[in-house]
């Protein structure tokens, strides 16, 4: 039988709907679980119910063959003895302590031997070489993410929790670390959970997914599955992204990727090398659906395809083509009059390179 993560709790606060999160999904080495969701969602209290920061009034937490909680036995396993590597989204770190300082800070059971040992061995894996004496105000956004995840680890933790590692970053630091982290969390073979609400980082990040919204699970999965396959109107709200499908990067010159699905070919902003897998993301209503022999727009992608069903979303339309793979945008009640579409009607959906979002695919 698979090893499993078992999450089943009730946790109440005045003023607000209750958390009722239930969560079944199987561990391995390094598997990592994304809790993706708006704010106040609920992710946030699970992250640390989990780690036992927080006491759920009903339910249990079981983790492979241990049970943390279990309200009905009364049994509470303390945060200590659940032996988790914990990373807040604030970081965290101790102001007056150096690098080394908020790296050894869990080690205070080690020999002195060992755990001088185990510091420098987080250091290099962290790459944080020459920076061993510094102090949190003196690091970059970066450096200080690193340490605090290098505190989290050091201790070899049975599970990690990461609560929105990215969030305290800038734009360009974020998209540069996000491929980092994800291949950090392999290298350590660690099991982790993520909370994040950005959908990029869902996809970069997690092998699971579990969507939530107002203290309940709506849906779990491979993150991409749940993208491209909402299970409900609520859950396809949330994701907020109607494409999301396998492609190959084939070229890429000056940061202009041409990325081919299905025998597709797309233009898309991306620094991917060559050969690289990626998750070929697109907004619906990045997407402008033209007839069939009109004159071209600027945009870098027109793909020629079959309008496979038309779904009207209130005063909009989805309009769903197959252009050798599934395609969706939105566009008014009007447009579909006027482009007199159906499903069988040959259209050109044309889409800019910028609103081609080109996610690299987790490694395995």
Request: aromatic share 4%; proline share 5%; hydrophobic share 45%.
């Amino acid at each position: 039988m698979a090893a499993e993560m078992t999450i089943d709790v009730t946790k109440t606060f005045p003023g607000r709907a209750p958390i009722q999160a239930r969560l079944r999904y199987a561990v391995e080495a390094s598997t990592v679980l994304i809790l993706f969701g708006p704010s106040g969602s609920g992710k946030t209290t699970i992250l640390r119910s989990i780690a036992g920061l927080e006491w759920p009034e009903d339910g249990r937490i079981e983790f492979v063959s241990r049970t943390w909680l279990d309200t009905r036995s009364r049994i509470r396993v303390s945060p200590q003895d659940r032996h988790i590597g914990y990373m807040p989204q604030d970081y965290a770190l101790f102001p007056t302590y150096s690098v080394v300082g908020n790296i050894g800070y869990g080690l205070g059971a080690l020999e002195s031997h060992d755990r001088n040992k185990r510091i420098t061995e987080v250091v290099e894996l962290f790459q944080l070489q020459g920076l061993e004496a510094a102090k949190p105000r003196e690091l970059s956004g970066g450096q200080q993410q690193r340490v605090a995840l290098a505190r989290a680890v050091a201790p070899r933790p049975q599970l990690l929790l990461l609560d929105e590692p990215l969030s305290a970053l800038d734009a360009p630091t974020r998209l540069q670390l996000r491929g980092e982290l994800r291949s950090l969390l392999k290298q350590l073979a660690l099991p982790s959970i993520v909370v994040t609400h950005d959908w990029a980082e869902a996809l970069t990040l997690g092998d699971v997914m579990a969507v939530m919204d107002e203290g309940q699970v709506h849906q779990v999965g491979k993150p991409h599955e749940v993208f491209s396959r909402p299970a409900d109107a609520n859950v396809a709200r949330i994701v907020g992204v109607e494409t999301v499908v396998h492609g190959q990067v084939i070229e890429n010159v000056n940061g202009l990727a041409t990325v081919t699905v299905n025998g597709t070919r797309l233009k898309g902003l991306s620094n991917d090398a060559i050969g690289a897998g990626v998750y070929v993301c697109i907004r619906a209503e990045d997407v402008v659906v033209e007839q069939a022999g009109s004159g071209m727009t600027s945009a870098r992608n027109h793909l020629t395809g079959l309008v496979s069903e038309i779904a009207p979303q209130g005063v909009m339309v989805h309009v769903k083509i197959d252009c050798g793979f599934p395609l969706t945008a939105t566009i008014t009640r009007g447009a579909v009059e006027d482009l007199r579409l159906s499903p069988g009607v040959s259209v050109i959906a044309a889409i800019k390179a910028g609103a081609v979002h080109l996610v690299p695919r987790s490694v395995a």
